[in-house]
């Protein structure tokens, strides 16, 4: 039985190894096949020949599988080769062995060839062909490149499609872009904007902010377009800008100040509008409003009003824009803060020989309540509170300063009054008595009639002749002028400034013509300024009818020897005027006044530095009035 059973086995393993020597047969006759199409190098068989051979049989039959499997699209699954269980076990031995030897000689892998499908071919074919198309519409791109730059590269003007503020540029140079966009600019600043609030209308004019555009800039910028980045990127811009437009908005700026002031007043203009407390001096109260809640403009958010709306695209000045603002409370009263504000202590006058320096002084100012007592006034809700104040005297005043720190007499001028009656020479020894002593500081302006002050009763003053309309009548304060007249020409004389001057309406008898100085309280007024480097001091006094002005003060290095000349340019003949006179014959007349020629006249100033004349300063030309002939008669 058992030789039977070992017969039996030896004959399946022998008819086995037949079968295996076909497949290997028909393997090598396929692989035949595949060397024809793809040639392949002479191998080295292992020394293990037999063991190998065992191996090489299972491989080709895999091989012939997936060969298989790839003709018929089913080479996604290769089934595994059906092996018995004993023999697996002898080829796993075996694998393990050569294995081994490979490890220690190595073996030269073994080249597999696969036949090509049909359908894999045609894919090949048509991705090549894609690939050749795309390379070649790649070489016609970049030819197209750089011909459509090779045109543009000497262009200077602007690629089409862009604008700037809505003005289009499209295929202008820089300079007639320039043009034609200042052009839209200045016609849109000509133009109000007009600005609502409630029910009131405002207008702002861009002129008046010194609104400026950046034109040069962006027109810079719109050039750009299409000459930035390399070949590709240029004429890429270049088709884009060509379909979709492109619109540059300039920067705009103006002028802080201004706009500032526009919104103020604009603010202020609202019937709505916040009211922060004031206060004002009135002499020697301290008047304080109160305040009330109101709108304020929003400035910055006017301002981006303004830009978006002279750079927009589309310019329309007739569309009214609501003023933005914001309801804000108003500020309590901080009577603290301006107690500060305007309180000022007295200051004393000083002077030193060594330098020479004079200070001024200066009056203070104070509350003449306390300051709890001020809180308290304010803390009643009012709409207007009043604080007395009182001025603080400096110990000592500038015009108490001594004579010895105005060393020189810069000019003197004297006129005569003989002739004057006693309330004439009463109110010329008053007007020299209130101008002595006053010292005017470098740069400071000296007023004949703040000086002085009101010529009243009250202050010691007298009815004597004026004039007045063109007649000579009584009035209190006459006189006056022959002080501020002298006081003229004593300033000339000392090369100070003349601030205001007037000349009388007639000709005067007590200085020459051109030289003379009206003045009226609440009129005509003399003011000189000291133009001079040091102060100067006045010293205004009378003596047996004569009134004298001296001018005292620190020469300069430079001192000019200073003349005045005048003269009559022209005469004025008198009209004749007629009176009734019942008391008369009839056609008898009789002169009550023979009347006076008018004169035109003009003064100079001469500067003269080592007796020869440097500079000739015209200070006036006149007109005074003639003295009218008056005539009385009888009509009959």
């Known amino acids: 039985m058992e030789e039977e059973t070992q017969k039996k086995d030896s004959q399946a393993k022998k008819a086995k190894n037949e079968n295996t020597k076909k497949n290997h047969s028909s393997s090598s006759t396929k692989k035949s096949e595949v060397k024809k199409t793809y040639p392949k190098k002479e191998k080295k068989v292992p020394s293990n020949a037999e063991e190998l051979k065992n191996i090489q049989d299972v491989v080709d039959e895999q091989l012939k599988v997936s060969i298989d499997n790839v003709e018929h699209g089913t080479h996604n699954k290769v089934p595994e080769p059906k092996v018995d269980t004993k023999e697996k076990k002898d080829n796993s031995k075996k694998e393990n062995k050569i294995k081994e030897e490979k490890s220690l000689k190595p073996v030269e892998p073994k080249e597999v060839y696969v036949k090509e499908t049909p359908k894999k071919a045609k894919r090949n074919v048509a991705a090549t062909i894609s690939l050749s198309l795309v390379f070649m519409l790649l070489v016609a791109l970049i030819i197209l490149s750089f011909i459509f730059a090779f045109l543009n590269r000497n262009s200077l003007e602007i690629i089409e499609g862009v604008s700037i503020m809505g003005v289009d540029v499209s295929h202008l140079t820089k300079e007639a872009a320039i043009e034609k966009v200042t052009q839209e600019i200045d016609n849109r600043l000509a133009q109000n904007l007009v600005f609502t609030h409630n029910d009131e209308k405002y207008q702002i004019i861009a002129q008046d902010m010194e609104v400026k555009y950046n034109v040069e800039e962006v027109v810079n910028e719109a050039y750009d377009y299409g000459r930035q980045g390399n070949i590709f990127i240029k004429n890429l811009d270049i088709i884009k800008t060509k379909f979709n437009k492109v619109n540059i908005t300039p920067e705009t700026t103006s002028n802080v100040e201004i706009f500032d002031s526009i919104v103020s007043q604009m603010e202020t203009n609202f019937a709505d509008c916040l009211k922060q407390a004031e206060y ?185 002749p004026i004039y007045n309309n063109g007649t000579t009548e009584m009035g209190y304060g006459g006189g006056s002028c022959q002080v501020s007249t002298t006081l003229y020409n004593a300033v000339l ?14 000709v005067i008898g007590y200085a020459p013509i051109g030289r003379d100085a009206t003045v009226s309280y609440g009129g005509c007024d003399l003011v000189f300024k000291n133009t001079r480097q040091y102060p100067i001091k006045l010293e205004v006094t009378t003596y047996k009818r004569n009134c004298y002005v001296r001018v005292y003060g620190h020469k300069e290095d430079v001192e000019y020897d200073v ?74």
């Open 280 to 464: 004002e001096i009135k002499g020697t109260k301290l008047k304080i409003t109160n305040g009330k809640d109101g709108y304020t403009i929003l400035k910055d958010e006017l301002k981006d009003i303004l830009e978006k709306k002279y750079t927009a695209i589309t310019f329309n000045a007739e569309e009214t824009v609501e003023v933005p603002v914001s309801l804000t409370k108003m500020n309590s009263i901080d009577i603290a803060k301006i107690y500060q504000q305007i309180y000022k202590p007295a200051v004393d006058a000083t002077f030193t020989a060594e330098p020479y320096k004079i200070t001024a002084s200066e009056e203070g100012l104070d509350f003449n309540i306390s300051l709890d007592e001020a809180k308290t006034i304010v803390s009643e809700p009012k709409e207007s509170y009043e604080i007395p104040l009182k001025i603080l005297h400096p110990s000592v005043t500038t015009d108490d300063i001594s004579k010895d720190a105005f060393p020189d007499l810069l000019a003197e001028y004297s006129t005569n009054y003989a002739s004057s009656n006693y309330n004439r020479a009463t109110n010329v020894e008053l007007c020299a008595k209130f101008m002595n002593g006053k010292v005017v500081m470098p740069g400071e302006t000296l007023s004949y009639n703040k000086t002085v002050g009101p010529r009243t009763p009250g202050r010691g003053f007298k009815s004597a």
């Open 493 to 506: 004389l000392a090369n100070l400034g003349i601030v205001e001057r007037h000349n009388h309406m007639f």
């Open 563 to 636: 003349k005045i000349t005048s003269s009559r340019t022209g005469s004025i003949a008198p009209k004749t005027t007629y009176q009734n006179d019942s008391s008369l014959a009839p056609g008898e007349t009789r002169t009550i006044s023979s009347g006076s020629a008018g004169a035109t006249a003009v003064a100079y100033r001469n500067l003269y530095l080592n007796g020869e004349l440097v500079e000739k300063q015209l200070l006036s030309t006149d007109r005074y009035q003639a003295h009218n002939k008056v005539v009385a008669r009888n009509p009959g």
